[in-house]
Structure formats: C-alpha cells, structure tokens
C-alpha cells in the first residue's frame, strides 16, 4: 500500500490507474478507523480496481467548543488495518496542504437546507467544512466511486446534494451501519464513553427501533413518539440534542403522509455526541 501525503505524488499515481483502464474507489476517512471504516474499504475493493482512502482530521468541520484537539489520531494502527483490507493507497494530507492560506480565506462549499437542519442547525458550519473538504478530495482524487457510511445520514445526503449540484462525475455509494453486538453504531467518539457510559448507550439503538415499530404498526403522531423516546431517552441519563422523523429524501420533519421516512438522532451522554438513525 502506498501511503501517500503530496498532491503530486496523489494524481500521478491515480493517473497511471487511469491510463492503465482501471477504476478507482475512494474512501474519505477522519482516522481512527474501526469496522465500519474497513466495511467500507471491502465494499470499495468488491466494486473497483483500486481503492485510495484518505485520512484527515477536518479542521474546517470542527467548531470552537468541539473536540478537534483531542480527536483520536491512530496513523500507524490505521494503516496496518488498511493494509489488511487490501487498500491500495491512503492520501495523509496536512492541515497546511489542504488549507495553505488558512480556514479564514479558504473557499468553501455550502449545501443549503438540506445542510441546515438537525446536526447543521446544532453544529453552525459543521457541513460548510464537510463539503468543502469532500469537494477539494473529489478534485484531487477525482474517483469513479466514493463510499459514505449511512451512520451519518445527513452528512451522506449533502454529500450527494453537493455533488449532484456540482456536477462531479462520481458515483456516491451509502454502505449501511455498522453495529455492534448490542446494537450501538460503531464510531470513533465511542472510545470517549467510560465503561458505565458504554453499557448505557445501546438504548439510543433501542429507541430507534421501538420508533421504527411504532411506525410500521400505524401509529402518525410523529410529534408525539419524538417526544417519548426523548423522554425515555433523558430518562437513562442522556441529553437528547434533537431526535426528528423525517421525509427521507430532503431530511424535513415528515407528517403522517410522507415516505419513505428516516428517523435521525444525536444525543449526549455525558460530554460524548452520539448520532445514529434508521430507516423506515
């Protein structure tokens, strides 16, 4: 696996792919990769020649009060796995590289609506620096494919908006969820739960699928069940940020007459953001 951190050396490598007939997968990652990373890399490998992950921990995307500083940076742990799923090469750019004239003179790409709601009403900017950097990515590695996980499902739906609207040639892939045993979506900021945290945080998994039944047995007072399972929610000890039942295309709160739906969580437990969501 070649790991890669300039530009230069970025293109003339996924030229050469090119030149010779092949297609290129790509995998955009923060790092500290777990199972559902990997989930993703397989999938790419099943549908592509190559595969080139890249690993950057978006300053751009991170606002004052977040935890960009002390965000999990496992580089040498993360390309060992990589290797092991069979990545051709990983791009490591750094901050410098991806924004030399800082964050403040940085061209940025905006999703509006569907990039305002939910996390980016919760999160101001968050989804501003998201798709800045995945459009800069797309330029640089220019794929036939990318592969989003579904864990984020806002973010996978202005990813798709962003590059319906500016034209990119690429095929985006959504790569659902990856869980585990007790249900809670893998993440990266599940290493920050403590131990009784841990044990805690399948509920919010337990909430979505209680929703997911209410729903397929009929019941429309989608207000109603929202604030339930918030309660149930803040009852266990979490801090629900929002909990909403959704159109599932534009992500707007859906009535009894949409569908199909989503339905998108983020909660705290403790000083730890989780999201998750499920479709119904």
């Known amino acids: 696996m070649q790991v890669i951190s300039e530009v230069a050396?970025?293109?003339?490598?996924?030229?050469?792919?090119?030149?010779?007939?092949?297609?290129?997968a790509f995998v955009p990652t923060m790092g500290n990769l777990h199972q559902g990373h990997f989930k993703l890399v397989d999938e790419a490998k099943s549908r592509a020649d190559k595969v080139i992950v890249?690993?950057?921990?978006?300053?751009m995307q991170f606002g004052a009060n977040e935890d960009l500083a002390k965000y999990p940076r496992t580089l040498e742990a993360d390309c060992a796995g990589l290797i092991s799923h069979g990545a051709d090469a990983v791009f490591t750019p750094t901050p410098e590289l991806m924004y030399p004239h800082g964050l403040d003179a940085q061209t940025a790409v905006e999703v509006p609506k569907i990039g305002d709601q939910h996390c980016g009403a919760s999160r101001p900017g968050h989804f501003r620096g998201v798709a800045t950097i995945v459009a800069k990515l797309f330029n640089l590695v220019l794929p036939d494919i990318a592969l989003f996980g579904k864990k984020d499902y806002q973010q996978l739906a202005v990813i798709r908006q962003m590059t319906a609207d500016l034209s990119f040639d690429i095929r985006i892939i959504g790569i659902d969820t990856e869980r585990a045993a007790d249900g809670l979506a893998l993440s990266s900021r599940n290493g920050y739960l403590s131990a009784e945290q841990r044990a805690v945080?399948?509920?919010?998994?337990?909430?979505?699928?209680?929703?997911?039944?209410?729903?397929?047995?009929?019941?429309?007072?989608?207000?109603?069940?929202?604030?339930?399972?918030?309660a149930a929610l803040t009852q266990a000890g979490f801090r629900p940020d929002y909990l909403h039942i959704?159109?599932?295309?534009?992500?707007?709160?859906?009535?009894?007459?949409d569908k199909p739906l989503v339905i998108l969580l983020a909660a705290y437990l403790g000083n730890t953001r989780l999201i998750d969501n499920l479709e119904v």
């Open 9 to 24: 050396l970025l293109r003339a490598t996924v030229k050469a792919w090119r030149q010779s007939g092949l297609t290129v």
């Open 54 to 59: 890249s690993i950057f921990v978006n300053p």
């Open 201 to 230: 945080a399948p509920q919010i998994y337990q909430q979505l699928r209680w929703l997911q039944q209410q729903i397929t047995q009929g019941y429309q007072d989608f207000r109603l069940l929202e604030q339930q399972a918030a």
């Open 246 to 257: 959704c159109e599932r295309q534009t992500l707007t709160l859906a009535s009894s007459n």
